[in-house]
């Protein structure tokens, strides 16, 4: 794991994605998140949920600085419903920012810890809300995917609901765009930040994209990243839940949106997944 959490650390530093929420652009990002939340609690399932609850328990995984977790706080909240917000990452500076943000916007302590989404059942704890947002999924692939699925529907209570923030990246990266050998990511004053081809795994469905900055001369930082479509993602989700929804983003983003899922079947424990097939152990060996 400490690894994967420099390795993280080491992307987000070279190609500097957008998610200080101390940040006035940023800041905007979260208040859209705010904008979201107010539409998606009108939903059937969400009021069921909070009809006569008054308090809730929010778990966000890969929360990052918890701009997804503290607006869906901020937003129930506003319900007069007493909120106790969990946010889970790998990047500990991460967290820290987190804490220190969320507790300036909602007034009141908020708990980060440092786990693995795949491990969120060691926890020991149990949550109403199980929240990823960020479109996170790509850090997954599917074999991570079963786990994270596995260890979220054990620690979600049987009332509860997992909420994905998620994209067709089928869609948008692959047919609508086209996947490119070399992008220009992002280019400022200080930095030109290229991301480039650098490999796919066929037995873990990954691509491998390098990150550099040009200006700083950067070393390139490798990545592993998994293109997740709606429906794959929304099919592994109903292994573990028994009923699931979309709800397409009230932004209007193009095939983008929330994956809803509820009722935990508990059939396919993380105890059961606890065992790492030959594929993988071989996998792991070679990488060594």
Not at 30 to 36: F, G, N, Q
Request: net charge neutral; hydrophobic share 40%.
């Amino acid at each position: 794991m400490k690894k994967h959490d420099n390795l993280l650390k080491s992307f987000y530093n070279v190609f500097s994605f957008p998610e200080d929420p101390r940040t006035e652009e940023e800041f905007k990002r979260y208040e859209k998140a705010v904008r979201r939340f107010q539409i998606l609690i009108e939903h059937e399932w969400f009021k069921a949920l909070i009809q006569n609850k008054p308090q809730i328990h929010i778990l966000e995984i890969c929360s990052g600085m918890g701009i997804g977790g503290v607006a869906l706080a901020k937003v129930l909240s506003e319900k007069n419903i007493n909120i106790n917000l969990t946010l889970t990452d790998l990047r500990e500076n991460a967290l820290k920012i987190a804490k220190e943000w969320g507790y300036k916007e909602l007034k009141k302590d908020i708990c980060v810890i440092k786990v693995d989404a795949r491990k969120t059942h060691t926890l020991e704890t149990k949550a109403d809300i199980i929240l990823m947002y960020g479109l996170s999924a790509p850090h997954f692939n599917p074999w991570d995917m079963v786990r994270l699925l596995a260890s979220a529907s054990e620690t979600l209570l049987n009332d509860g609901l997992m909420i994905m923030e998620e994209s067709d990246r089928i869609y948008r990266i692959f047919y609508q765009r086209g996947y490119k050998e070399v992008l220009i990511e992002k280019v400022d004053e200080e930095r030109m930040v290229i991301s480039t081809h650098a490999g796919y795994d066929m037995l873990k469905g990954t691509f491998d994209r390098a990150v550099i900055d040009l200006v700083s001369r950067s070393r390139p930082v490798i990545l592993e990243t998994y293109f997740w479509g709606l429906a794959e993602l929304m099919a592994f989700t109903w292994i573990f839940f028994e009923d699931i929804d979309f709800v397409k983003d009230p932004e209007g983003n193009v095939a983008q949106g929330f994956i809803m899922a509820r009722k935990p079947r508990r059939k396919l424990s993380p105890d059961i997944l606890a065992k790492t097939p030959k594929i993988l152990r071989d996998i792991a060996e070679k990488e060594q």
